[in-house]
């Protein structure tokens, strides 16, 4: 148990649906994460939020949207995807993205997302 | 981001002590050396990180080459719960924020 949870666990849609992908840290940390994990590459950074506000977008496609309304939750909504977008998407949090290298990001289980 | 190089695997025996290599030979003097493991069907954990100097903590040490060219990961006494994904990664704390860039890691297997 991290203190970042993530739901759903799976999920399996349809190129023309739309659903929302959830993150919670309970750790009181300021910064927040979105990673992908695709079979056989590396993790990749999607989104960065520092205080609520976005900090880094990864040139990820519109087709995946990041809300985070406070500190502790963070969103990413997804419409009309492909199957190449199916991975594993991974929440992090992290004290503050200020806090530089010492700074330890804390991951979630990871969303299991096929998308057919 | 300087570059890290690592071994895509290993094998230890359970109870050994084992050493994963991490090959960084452009690291500038801004650069932490963090390492993370991802067990299977995890997100990925911190595990240590370094500067100059070796570190130690519950889960493993960290030796780090007096030029800084390289480091070692050390688990003193691998359990099969030691069997993961390495990641060694490189920090720059020279930069507005240090971003966690992964590379494909060292898969260690760990024997009974």
């Known amino acids: 148990e991290t203190g970042v949870t993530q739901t759903p666990r799976h999920l399996v849609m349809g190129m023309t649906n739309k659903k929302s992908l959830k993150c919670e840290q309970h750790l009181g940390h300021n910064a927040m994460y979105w990673y992908k994990q695709s079979a056989k590459k590396p993790l990749e950074l999607m989104f960065v939020?520092?205080?609520?506000?976005?900090?880094e977008n990864n040139s990820v496609p519109s087709r995946f949207s990041p809300e985070c309304p406070n500190s502790s939750h963070l969103f990413l909504h997804l419409h009309t995807l492909q199957p190449e977008d199916s991975a594993l998407y991974l929440c992090?949090?992290?004290?503050?993205?200020?806090?530089?290298?010492?700074?330890?990001?804390?991951f979630g289980p990871g969303t299991r997302l096929t998308v057919l | 981001d300087a570059k890290t190089t690592q071994p895509n695997s290993m094998e230890s025996n359970e109870e050994e002590p084992v050493h994963l290599p991490c090959n960084h030979s452009?690291?500038?003097?801004?650069?932490?050396i963090h390492w993370y493991r991802q067990l299977p069907s995890q997100g990925p954990e911190y595990v240590i990180h370094g500067l100059t100097s070796n570190v130690n903590n519950r889960m493993a040490s960290l030796a780090i080459a007096e030029d800084r060219k390289s480091s070692t990961l050390i688990l003193h006494r691998a359990t099969l719960r030691d069997a993961a994904v390495y990641y060694c990664?490189?920090?720059?704390?020279?930069?507005?924020?240090?971003?966690?860039?992964f590379g494909q890691g060292t898969i260690l297997t760990v024997h009974p």
């Open positions: 939020y520092n205080f609520k506000e976005q900090t």
């Open positions: 990664i490189l920090r720059d704390f020279g930069t507005s924020y240090g971003k966690l860039t």
């Open positions: 992090a949090s992290s004290q503050d993205v200020s806090r530089l290298s010492t700074d330890t990001q804390y």
């Open positions: 452009t690291i500038s003097g801004t650069d932490y």
